[in-house]
T-cell receptor, first 114, second 110 residues
Framework: AQSVTQPDIHITVSEGASLELRCNYS??????LFWYVQSPGQGLQLLLK??????LVQGIKGFEAEFKRSQSSFNLRKPSVHWSDAAEYFC????????????FGQGTILTVHP | DADVTQTPRNRITKTGKRIMLECSQT?????MYWYRQDPGLGLRLIYY???????NKGEISDGYSVSRQAQAKFSLSLESAIPNQTALYFC?????????FGPGTRLTVT
């Protein structure tokens, strides 16, 4: 069955530290890949997406993600975390021919210590 | 004004009651979706619609129904609410490039 796994339920980092959130998927083909962020009490905002081409993609708010086909991974990174990055982060995938049907990972809650 | 609006934002209802959650979008997109979010489970797709005449079941459609009244409106109904339908519900709309989410409706079934 197709699935998306975010192995880390909760991550805590200090402000200014680097961040990496993991995402692994299980699909028969390379899916379209997304990272969303949900701030407390808010809806979801798209951080970045990968459809094809350069495997390192840049997003908003200083985030980037790297697609690694051999590892079926799409990890999200940020070199220096700000307190305002505290939120829940979701990895999501969609098959290209049915783009709209997103499958989400379980989410990773990020806490930022001052 | 927000591109995707949901009403109500919060609702408490009793077991067995019928309830409707409404979604409107001003993006002009044909595609609309309903998801529910539960802690530790992420978002799961309930129903989706690729145009006004196209309605499809998602991963967890049992106990739910939908109506696509117009391109801009997509409603989710719980015919007889039960406590395990307590969740945060999101509506979304998309073009071929990105999904845009509403602010969510927090539903509590007692």
């Amino acid at each position: 069955a197709q699935s998306v796994t975010q192995p880390d339920i909760h991550i805590t980092v200090s402000e200014g530290a680097s961040l990496e959130l993991r995402c692994n998927y299980s699909y028969g083909a390379t899916p379209y890949l997304f990272w969303y962020v949900q701030s407390p009490g808010q809806g979801l905002q798209l951080l970045l997406k990968y459809f094809s081409g350069d495997t390192l993609v840049q997003g908003i708010k200083g985030f980037e993600a790297e697609f690694k086909r051999s590892q079926s991974s799409f990890n999200l990174r940020k070199p220096s975390v700000h307190w305002s990055d505290a939120a829940e982060y979701f990895c999501a995938v969609a098959l290209g021919t049915s783009y709209g049907k997103l499958t989400f990972g379980q989410g990773t809650i990020l806490t930022v210590h001052p | 004004d927000a591109d995707v609006t949901q009403t109500p934002r919060n609702r408490i209802t009793k077991t067995g009651k019928r309830i409707m959650l409404e979604c409107s979008q001003t993006k002009g997109h044909d595609r609309m979706y309903w998801y529910r979010q539960d802690p530790g489970l992420g978002l799961r797709l309930i129903y989706y619609s690729f145009d006004v005449k196209d309605i499809n079941k998602g991963e967890i459609s049992d106990g739910y129904s939908v109506s696509r009244q117009a391109q801009a409106k997509f409603s989710l109904s719980l015919e007889s609410a039960i406590p395990n339908q307590t969740a945060l519900y999101f509506c979304a709309t998309s073009d071929y490039d990105e999904q845009y989410f509403g602010p969510g409706t927090r539903l509590t079934v007692t």
